[in-house]
């Protein structure tokens, strides 16, 4: 029943069809006591069946009979379904390029994002990975490793970056985690400052035009801005707190 149902066909077309195939050639009547359907549905469902061509019809005498074809005419739907598929998606990449135009249009108003739980991380991810050039981020080491949806995928997202040899500065707030729990990303370079006097839960990346924003304190959250003001407004802010972040680091260096 539920293979009949992945090709397309309703519950009631899949129990008629069944039953005809128990039953052989058989009446209306027969067909409709078999899949346990009332008689005026199941003439709906032949017909509906008949035209994908899983029943034949002939006249014996005076009555009217129904005949199921062979399963095998169900992979040619299958392929038929396949073929159709194959075309839109051909459609489709015709529309593409023009979509991601419009998606990624640079105007007054920014585009945001919101996304959550391991599904919105992961999305979030292919997005990071895709974009260009130095990202600069401020983030809570601490609830960062108490995350599980965050560290599950965390390896194959930190290799992703060291591939791609990407460049980057990170100001890490650290309480009770170490140096040595930040993952070696490449080619980057990291400064650490202390919870106890710069507390928060969550995450600000920048990378490009997008802004990525991450609460970590009850479940994941996320918001991504893109707008190339926010984003460099963001970037000016980071490296204000870049610079101030020399005194801290000199502290831990002793």
Do not use: C
């Amino acid at each position: 029943m539920n293979e009949l149902k992945h090709l397309g066909l309703s519950d009631k077309e899949a129990s008629v069809y069944l039953a005809s195939l128990e039953l052989g050639p058989a009446s209306v009547q027969d067909i409709s006591h078999k899949a346990k359907i009332n008689r005026a549905t199941t003439y709906v469902m032949i017909e509906s069946l008949s035209g994908r061509g899983l029943l034949s019809t002939f006249v014996k005498g005076k009555k009217r009979f129904y005949s199921p074809e062979s399963p095998d005419r169900l992979i040619s739907i299958l392929r038929v379904q396949q073929k159709e598929l194959e075309e839109k998606e051909k459609e489709f990449a015709k529309s593409l390029p023009l979509l991601l135009a419009l998606y990624n249009a640079e105007g007054a108003k920014p585009q945001i994002r919101y996304l959550e739980g391991p599904e919105g991380l992961r999305s979030l991810r292919q997005t990071f990975e895709k974009l260009d050039g130095e990202f600069v981020q401020i983030l809570s080491i601490d609830d960062a490793l108490a995350t599980r949806e965050l560290m599950e995928e965390s390896p194959k997202h930190v290799s992703a970056l060291r591939q791609a040899k990407t460049s980057y500065r990170i100001l890490a707030v650290l309480d009770k985690a170490e140096p040595k729990d930040i993952p070696d990303m490449g080619e980057g370079e990291i400064k650490m400052i202390p919870f106890s006097e710069f507390p928060h839960h969550g995450e600000i990346t920048i990378r490009g035009n997008h802004v990525f924003l991450f609460s970590y304190r009850s479940a994941v959250l996320a918001v991504v801005i893109i707008s190339k003001e926010v984003a460099d407004t963001a970037r000016a802010l980071f490296e204000l707190a870049w610079k101030g972040a020399k005194e801290y680091q000199s502290r831990i260096d002793k």
